[in-house]
């Protein structure tokens, strides 16, 4: 390792650290946020405004799939007060006391409060602290295994990797994973250090176990990273085994627990959230299955899985740099696998964090990716703190040998200015735009559009009966700004009769469709017709087509007829209009204050 040079400890070099990090953590949060982007954080954050109200584990995104168990299991739900069985506990319990404690602002009013929910920037605080507690766990774990100077690289590149600040704020539980992978980690490598100093590492595994049973409760897929993490604790702490397999021993119990609990809720431990692991051995994605009103699974192909997991893997290896944030160190990672270091503890976390990848992968393979990068099942970024550690100590071995002597600024720094410029290029091209734009239009800034314009859909709760619930290609996304019970459209038509008809048996009655963008989203024009909206073109063109002074008429039976635009945008020169948010409903409906 080369020489340590002063600035790596100096205070004031660690007191503009800290200050870019706060600013940039302000920056994010109250300047170009544009409110949550997250399905899932949406989901939970409306299950956690329930709790806050006292309402209990209730939520007003009501899965076809869910609502179908909770029929089996003879439990007479009602759309007004549906059980949650489907979303992991951990982010809406986190969520609920601080909700609690802005009880007044509970209720979503754009035009009071400004167009951006003051709780959605609450969850976009809690998400920056995370990935601040991230920076320093990660630090922690960088200055034992190496140096300060390695430490210090290693964090400054993680703070200007903008994907991490975008999933940060993006509402969605992987943020929440973030600091909870880091502290892992850094328990992990003093676990280790612990091993082959022949010291015991009791404390270590018990505070690991406990870090790991919160993670299996806060995303379902989390259960990769559990499995990931336990292996990547048997390689770094050889000897001591038996003691971190008693880490393995709390997700466990954790999973048991929370599969016991909802068996009594459903009559199946795996609740709601089962669609997702049988997604794993289909192909179809798991929307597909929670947007059934039964609760019948495809038949299970192998050679369709195996081509399954040969095309996903082919896809994210071929855009591997672009899934670990254009973050130039977790790519060095793979090259610090043929390194051996000089300390033995160093070289066995580098082979158990390579389970902890290998982990992600498989994950990955099986769930897939999600068409954006930060989204509800992107563990790469989650990769990224970690393997940033010895990426960071691979790039100062590397350019120590291609410059074993000088004191000139680049040869001592140049690989820091490299890696860390690099790695910022996301940043520099898009954050200043964005604080330019959040300066000049304050709260009134441009929303996640498409497909979610908050204040628009808001109104919808002033035009519905408080009996009455909604069809959304959206749920979370009613639900959660319009405060309103809403159900996922079926994936079939037949579904929807028999969803209404146990509606009615609860006495709640039907308002109508509420249909955004994501629906209609698809790259060829044949594909509205075979893809998961196939049997409602009725909903995904007729708003369209009204921009070309044309009907795209309902079926008959169908009697939601009534268009009410909630975004509608010009086309032409005959001021005709494509409704691309639209409410649909069977009559018209008087806005009440």
């Known amino acids: 390792m080369p020489q340590q040079p002063p600035s790596a400890s100096n205070p004031l070099f660690r007191l503009a650290f800290y200050g870019i990090a706060i600013v940039l953590a302000l920056a994010h949060v109250f300047i170009t946020f544009k409110g949550l982007h997250s399905a899932e954080g949406m989901e939970q954050a409306q299950i956690a405004r329930e709790l806050a109200r006292g309402h209990g584990l209730q939520t007003k995104v009501i899965r076809p799939h869910s609502w179908a ?21 951990i982010q809406p319990f986190l969520l609920a006391p601080v909700f609690k404690l802005l009880e007044t602002h509970l209720d979503y009013r754009p035009g009071k409060d400004g167009a951006i929910y003051l709780l959605d920037r609450v969850v976009a605080c809690i998400g920056v602290v995370g990935l601040l507690l991230t920076l320093l ?5 960088a200055r034992l295994l190496f140096d300060e100077k390695v430490a210090g690289i290693t964090v400054l590149a993680v703070l200007v990797c903008q994907p991490l600040w975008d999933l940060a704020v993006s509402g969605s539980s992987v943020a929440l994973l973030m600091p909870m992978t880091a502290l892992a980690v850094r328990l992990l490598v003093s676990a280790s250090l612990a091993a082959h100093e022949k010291q015991n590492c009791l404390l270590q595994a018990l505070l690991l176990g406990g870090v790991l049973a919160v993670m299996a409760l806060t995303h379902w897929l989390a259960v990769w990273l559990v499995l990931g993490l336990l292996l ?6 050889p000897g001591r085994r038996k003691i971190l397999a008693i880490a393995g021993v709390f997700p466990a119990l954790a999973l048991i627990l929370w599969g016991v609990w909802m068996m009594k809720q459903c009559g199946d431990p795996l609740g709601g959230a089962k669609t997702l692991f049988q997604s794993h051995l289909i192909s179809a994605d798991a929307s597909m299955l929670d947007r059934q009103f039964s609760l019948n699974m495809p038949a299970v192909q192998v050679t369709e899985l195996l081509r399954k997991l040969a095309g996903n893997w082919q896809v994210q290896l071929g855009s591997l740099y672009a899934h670990l944030g254009y973050s130039v160190l977790p790519v060095l990672f793979f090259v610090a696998l043929l390194h051996r270091f000089k300390r033995p503890e160093a070289s066995a976390v580098c082979l158990g964090l390579s389970m902890l990848a290998l982990s992600v992968m498989l994950a990955m393979g099986f769930a897939g990716m999600p068409a954006d990068s930060v989204e509800d099942s992107q563990f790469y970024l989650l990769l990224i703190p970690p393997l940033s550690v010895y990426g960071a100590a691979m790039a100062a071995i590397l350019w120590a040998r291609f410059f074993p002597a000088g004191n000139s600024l680049w040869t001592q720094h140049g690989f820091v200015i490299l890696v860390v410029g690099i790695t910022a290029l996301p940043m520099i091209n898009s954050l200043p735009a964005q604080i330019k734009t959040g300066m000049t239009l304050r709260g009134r800034v441009y929303p996640h559009w498409p497909p979610y314009v908050p204040d628009r859909v808001s109104v919808v709760r002033k035009l519905v009966e408080p009996d009455e619930m909604l069809f959304s290609d959206a749920p979370w996304f009613v639900a959660w700004y319009a405060d309103v019970p809403t159900a996922w459209v079926p994936g079939q038509r037949s579904d929807y009769d028999l969803m209404k008809a146990k509606a009615a048996a609860a006495n709640t009655r039907i308002a109508g ?4 963008p994501i629906s209609a989203r698809v790259e060829h024009l044949h594909e509205a017709f075979t893809g998961p909206y196939q049997e409602w073109p009725d909903l995904l063109f007729r708003g369209l087509m009204l921009a070309f002074d044309r009907e795209f008429p309902a079926r008959p039976d169908f009697e939601f007829k009534v268009p009410l635009p909630l975004v509608a945008v010009p086309v032409g020169p005959k001021e005709s209009l494509s409704l691309q948010m639209t409410f649909y409903t069977d009559r018209a409906r008087a806005v009440k204050e």
Not at 232 to 237: L, P
Not at 513 to 516: D, I, N, S, Y
């Open 232 to 237: 990547a604790g048997f390689c770094a702490a």
């Open 69 to 89: 168990l909770l029929e089996e299991a003879g439990k007479q739900p009602s759309p007004m007060a549906m059980a949650e069985i489907s979303q992991p506990p």
């Open 137 to 141: 766990w990660t630090h922690g774990a």
């Open 513 to 516: 469709f509420v249909m955004t």
